[in-house]
């Protein structure tokens, strides 16, 4: 899903966090209306103290029990998550391929979606090193991080569960560095801004040249900042097309800064694996 200024962003009524944002934030859950069936998702504020680097904590719960599972599909976006789930913890890096996760049983974990730019002042080393991949919780927070999970499974509802992983992330103690800051705000420019459709522009927007732009995004980032702009345009398309029924394909690819068409539906499939009508089909046949 995708935030926009004034739109409540939930998928059930009991979601306790409204972002104090105003730029887009790409989510890209595809069929949210089945998905609203399938969980319950809420979204909570980090402790003050990891204001600067943590957007917000997700909370999931489904329950399969007696159900087929089911393939939730989510678009890639460019926030590390870490997450505490049963058998599917772990730090995952920005992404490049559509992310699908199998629910079955009976479930209830945490995730941390960490600011675009913010989340290297914890891995010790380039974002880039961990883009397109997952790695062990106690790789990057230590063996702390086992007993946060067991907390996150064992708890009795969303403040334990918020309250032991800002514990965690709040044991060591880190500071945004300057590069750090300039990154996150360049992330920013993209999702406040969708007159950015170029790297040029962005540099622009930021005084940075085309190469500083490149490092700064490789080592904080963690994707070209190229693909950092893709991955709004896309999902605002993604949205689009659920939301607005039958689309005039060439006036959509315009409206998103595409010199043309067949540029726009290739750039689609890149990111989904679908073109547009066949993103809009299934989303469709799974929400009937």
């Not at 992310?99 to 913010?118: D, E, K, N, W, Y």
């Not at 990057?140 to 969303?158: I, L, N, P, W």
């Not at 992330?187 to 406040?192: C, K, L, T």
């Not at 394909?249 to 726009?264: I, K």
Request: glycine share 8%.
């Amino acid at each position: 899903m995708i935030q926009t200024p004034g739109r409540r962003d939930v998928l059930n009524e009991r979601d306790s966090y409204r972002e104090p944002v105003t730029h887009r934030i790409p989510r890209g859950i595809v069929a949210e209306a089945t998905a609203r069936t399938v969980f319950t998702l809420t979204r909570h504020p980090p402790a003050p103290e990891l204001a600067d680097f943590v957007e917000y904590h997700w909370i999931l719960r489904w329950d399969r029990r007696g159900k087929p599972p089911y393939e939730q599909r989510v678009l890639p976006n460019l926030s590390v998550h870490v997450t505490f789930f049963p058998g599917a913890s772990g730090v995952h890096g920005p992404a490049h391929d559509v992310f699908s996760h199998r629910l079955t049983g009976r479930v209830q974990g945490l995730g941390v979606r960490f600011r675009p730019g913010t989340f290297r002042a914890f891995l010790g080393g380039p974002v880039r090193d961990i883009a397109d991949r997952a790695v062990p919780l106690a790789d990057v927070f230590g063996a702390a991080a086992v007993a946060a999970a067991e907390s996150v499974r064992t708890a009795d509802g969303d403040a334990q569960m918020v309250g032991a992983i800002d514990n965690l992330l709040m044991a060591n103690p880190v500071g945004l560095s300057p590069a750090a800051q300039v990154a996150a705000e360049a992330v920013e420019s993209i999702a406040r801004d969708p007159e950015i459709t170029r790297v040029a522009r962005l540099c622009a927007d930021t005084g940075l040249t085309t190469r500083s732009i490149q490092r700064l995004f490789a080592e904080h980032v963690g994707v070209a900042p190229k693909w950092a702009i893709r991955i709004y345009r896309l999902n605002d398309a993604a949205q689009r097309i659920v939301t607005e029924g039958d689309l005039d394909y060439a006036g959509l690819a315009v409206r998103l800064g595409y010199s043309d068409q067949s540029h726009f539906i290739r750039d689609f499939r890149t990111v989904t694996g679908q073109s547009p009508a066949e993103y809009a089909r299934t989303a469709r046949a799974a929400e009937r």
